[in-house]
């Protein structure tokens, strides 16, 4: 039986486009249902997007380990037609090894990462006009970072929820290598974005679908202001 999430496939349009993705094992996508009127809705959302501007960029989609990133950045990549990276795959073995024995990163580790990740992300977006990305993005100086890095402008999206909702989505993720012992560490770090930050905050619980809109819309509503 094709999975519940099938009945929201996407424009061909998006489908066609040609991506860069990077997926992380484990992933799945929550299959909770969206109202019905939610493509046609996105599909606006994006066509706005597309028209209003040409301006390169990339939205980052930021939080703990578990907070939906992944799943995120994968429906907003397939609606607007671009990259998709995740950040993930831009650990060292050392830090991927150091995660899998239940020792949080330190800034040091943190350090070269966020700069390949931002590297890539930057080259992603100019090459298409815009690109997702997935990335903790714990601290403030993470994200400049990423921002410095990268040299275009980074929308942040902080996928924020409760300590007993990310830690029922960590045991109940199989075959990845981040521990749910991590999970207060993740929670210590994390440094909500400020309000001078580019940034917006979610309620990670909610829908993908119903996220990716409120994300869309938003992005617009910064770079073209109605
Ligand atoms: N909005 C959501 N609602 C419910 N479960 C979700 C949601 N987003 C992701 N999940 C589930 O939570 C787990 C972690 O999601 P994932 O995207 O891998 O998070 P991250 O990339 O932040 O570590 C996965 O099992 C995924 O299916
Ligand atoms: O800075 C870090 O400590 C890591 O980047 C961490 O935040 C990240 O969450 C892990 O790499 C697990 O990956 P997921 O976030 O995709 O679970």
């Known amino acids: 039986m094709a999975p519940a999430y099938a009945r929201y496939k996407l424009p ?29 809705e996105s599909g606006a959302a994006v066509r706005q997007l597309q028209e209003k501007t040409d301006r390169t960029h990339a939205i980052v989609l930021m939080g703990v380990s578990g907070s939906g990133k992944s799943t995120l950045s994968g429906y907003l990549a397939e ?11 831009f650990h060292s073995a050392a830090n991927v090894a150091k995660m899998t024995a239940g020792h949080p990163l330190t800034d040091e580790d943190r350090w070269p990462w966020l700069g390949a990740l931002g590297n890539a992300i930057g080259t992603a977006a100019m090459g298409h006009g815009r690109a997702v990305a997935a990335c ?5 100086s993470y994200r400049e970072r990423l921002c410095a890095a990268s040299c275009v ?4 999206v902080l996928l924020d929820t409760d300590r007993a909702e990310i830690a029922r989505r960590l045991a109940n993720r199989p075959g990845h290598y981040m521990p749910p012992s991590l999970l207060n560490s993740q929670l210590a770090t994390l440094e909500r974005p400020g309000v001078d930050e580019c940034a917006l905050t979610l309620d990670a619980t909610r829908a993908p679908a119903l996220l990716s809109a ?5 992005v617009q509503s910064v770079i073209a202001p109605a």
């Open 214 to 218: 409120d994300v869309l819309g938003w």
């Open 153 to 156: 402008p980074l929308y942040f």
């Open 79 to 89: 609606l607007l037609g671009c990259p998709v990276l995740e950040g993930d795959a």
């Open 136 to 140: 903790s993005a714990l601290k403030r």
């Open 12 to 40: 061909s349009r998006a489908a066609t486009a040609t991506k860069v993705v990077m997926v992380k094992p484990g992933s799945t996508r929550d299959t909770r249902p969206v109202p019905a009127n939610w493509l046609i």
